[in-house]
């Protein structure tokens, strides 16, 4: 099966504020539900800062990246036709800073930094802090899975838009996002296509039993895997 992206219609409109869980979210989100307490989704780094960048300036370009770029600001609530997310736009991020001994920092990193986010709370899924030592300046970014991967913190935080926005240049715009493939999955999930897709691995695997995630709506689950029927 596949899907096919179309980039010529903007599906992530200013006015639009509620989006379906991607499949692989909502597997996700389950497994968060399942265990609050763990940081096994958390995507938390560090890196050291050139003494010569100005920490206001830091400050500020994570606060660009995270007023520009919309899936920052996703939560999840749960509705009477399922989970969705929810684009809060007043949800704020607070960048925290800290002075701490060398030792102390190495410590927090290791330690400290990587904790559970509440889902359904009051805060961002993103979290920023910056700690100054009597040697070195850190920058700390922690965003859960449900909203970013491994690349999402590269393009961020890494290779392009801290840098952009610490010079002060306009962020680019995403010509296709988390958003608008969670719309076009749901899409697809609706069509002819994903029935055609399931039909022919219900004929290709003839006499099996397909499991099924669900988040507890009435909505078809997620086949995750087969099993033999006794």
Not at 184 to 211: C, H, I, L, V
Request: glycine share 4%.
């Amino acid at each position: 099966s596949q899907l096919h992206y179309n980039t010529d219609i903007d599906i992530r409109e200013a006015l639009m504020t509620r989006y379906p869980l991607t499949k692989a979210q909502m597997g996700v989100y389950l497994e968060c539900v399942k265990h609050p307490y763990s940081t096994q989704y958390n995507n938390p780094w560090s890196t050291l800062l050139d003494p010569q960048l100005d920490p206001d300036r830091i400050e500020q370009a994570v606060q660009s990246i995270y007023a520009a770029r919309k899936e920052l600001h996703l939560q999840f609530t749960e509705e009477a036709d399922g989970t969705v997310c929810q684009y809060e736009s007043d949800v704020k991020l607070t960048v925290k800073r800290h002075d701490m001994t060398e030792d102390e920092a190495l410590s927090y990193q290791k330690d400290g930094f990587c904790r559970p986010f509440a889902l359904n709370g009051d805060e961002p899924l993103i979290r920023a802090e910056i700690i100054f030592t009597e040697k070195n300046r850190y920058l700390l970014i922690d965003l859960h899975h449900l909203i970013a991967d491994g690349t999402t913190d590269l393009f961020l935080f890494s290779h392009r838009d801290l840098s952009d926005a610490y010079e002060g240049k306009k962020l680019e715009v995403h010509a296709y996002g988390l958003l608008d493939y969670a719309n076009e999955e749901q899409t697809w999930y609706s069509g002819k296509a994903y029935e055609r897709d399931k039909a022919f691995y219900k004929n290709r695997f003839p006499g099996m039993s397909f499991a099924t995630l669900s988040d507890g709506s009435d909505k078809e689950g997620c086949i995750l895997f087969s099993s033999e029927k006794s």
